[in-house]
């Protein structure tokens, strides 16, 4: 598919056992999105997804084994460094992201010279209503740690579609995340770049389950919570070192 | 405990916190590791901190004296061989991810210059 030489896009999408849904969501990305290249990272999956990608146009990159959320949008960010594009746009495979609401997102990403553009289910009404209480306390003390500590308040941390503009490629591959959660946009933050929510909608999952078991709901925070400090300590050593 | 016993116990638990989150912010040892190291150095220091919490655990794991304190020296260094060893471990884990992301990106690469013969080399 012959991409838009201006500004090129490539729509990383992460797939762990996502045979189901997956080649649904690459033949609407590529109906919705056709001037956009598409990867789709398969991390490790054990069931049919790379087999229901064959003959899909979208380029597949296949992890061995499964190195987990964060290291396979790692690998859509190297992936989009190493092939000179300008925009990263990432979707989760589960289907709960509707490729029709992208084409906005970028219009917003573009206009308002955003850095990171986080699409966002909370940010329009401002509250967790309808979230499952153990995920809203999740939420909320994730989005008053960000603004704690770079000033900002960012509601949806966790939020799968984000545009990635291509400056901040090389920050988000020098150093480790865990998810590319709350820790990366404090991170980036305290870089200096500029992060921004967009409104979107989110359909219910209909196949597979959450990437989170029960006991990662203990030890997603704590290591989350960690890797935040450590994050606002680097980006201060990062900046002291550029100046 | 003596004063001067709480004073090196801590001073231990400092200079392992430091090491350890060192470790992970130079990406030498992964965080859910290194969580359980911090977690676990944090809560041997309080109980050291605190006498009423020192007489509580000694009580609730039934020693009936107390614990010489060259006992305790194989304990610190083997919480500090741990920390190594899963450092080591850490960095294997991360060799065999970047070679792994690197094998994915050379066939993805193939695969995109095939497909989308327009696309820009680096």
Redesign the interface.
Known sequence: ???D?HC?SVVAIPAYNEAATIRAIVDRVRADLPDC?V?V?NDGSDDETAAVLVGS?A???????N?GYG?AI??AV??A????YDRLITLDADGQHDPAQVRPLLAEFDHGRWDILIGSRYVANQTYEAVPIGRRVGMQLFSALVQLTVGRRIYDTTSGLKIIGRQTFAPLTN??F?DFHAEALVYLMRLGFRIGEYPITVATRSHGQSMYSALSHI?YP??TM??LV?GL??ANLTRKRAS | MTIGGVILGVALGLVLLLWVVNLIRRDRLYVGYGVIFVLGTLATMTVLIVPPLLDAVTHASAALLPVPALSLVPLVIFTFLMVYVFAQISILSNRVMRLTQELAMRTARQDGEMKSPAAKQP
């Open positions: 598919m012959p991409s030489m090129r290249d990867l990272v146009g380029v597949v990159a296949d992890h061995l084994c190195l290291r790692q690998t190297l992936y460094t190493r092939g000179g150093w480790q865990i030890k704590l290591k960690l890797m450590l300590v680097q």
